[in-house]
Structures are given as C-alpha cells and as structure tokens.
C-alpha cells in the first residue's frame, strides 16, 4: 500500500499503480478539483482503477486513515508539512 500527496496530473501515480500491481494499491490525494479530475481520467485511461483510488484530501491536516502502509510519497509543496501527520500511517519496516 502506497499513500501519495499531490497527484496532479497523475502521471506519477500511473507509474505507481503499475509497480503496485495486482497485489498493492495506491491511495493518491490532491487539494484541487482539477488535479483530481484529470488525475482520475489518466487512471482510468491507464487502466488501473483497480489498483489507485484518486481522493480530495488535505494530507497535512485531514485523518486519512491509513495503517500499515509500506510507503508515502510527497509530491507537494512544502513535503515537510506533512511529515508529522502521515508517519502515523507507515509500518515499521516502511519508508
């Protein structure tokens, strides 16, 4: 399980899903409506909606959550800001 901040476009979480793929899944957040969209389209069009959820989420702030995920990807300004509130959600052995 991979949780992602920051889809954008989705071009990263596509590479993602197909890493993750058929066991894994990424859980992809965005704070703007057009990034999810577009994000959501690119997945769908991909292929992988199957091993990527796409979701309006502020990582800094709001309680997702997760647990036991094997690693979180920060793809956002300001990464640091989010650090205290999302290695709640790694197991021990993630990263």
Not at 12 to 41: M, Q, W
Not at 46 to 63: E, H, K, P, R
Not at 65 to 79: K, T
Request: net charge negative; charged share 25%.
């Amino acid at each position: 399980v991979v949780v992602e901040a920051g889809c954008g476009s989705g071009a990263l979480t596509c590479i993602l899903g197909n890493y993750v793929r058929p066991e894994g899944h990424i859980f992809s957040y965005d704070i703007r409506e057009k990034s999810l969209k577009k994000a959501k389209n690119n997945v769908l069009k991909a292929g992988l909606s199957d091993f990527v959820s796409i979701q309006y989420g502020d990582i800094t702030i709001d309680d997702l959550g997760h647990e036991n995920v094997d690693s979180i990807v920060l793809d956002m300004p300001q990464p640091w800001m989010a650090i205290e509130k999302v290695k709640q959600y790694l197991k021990l052995s993630g990263n």
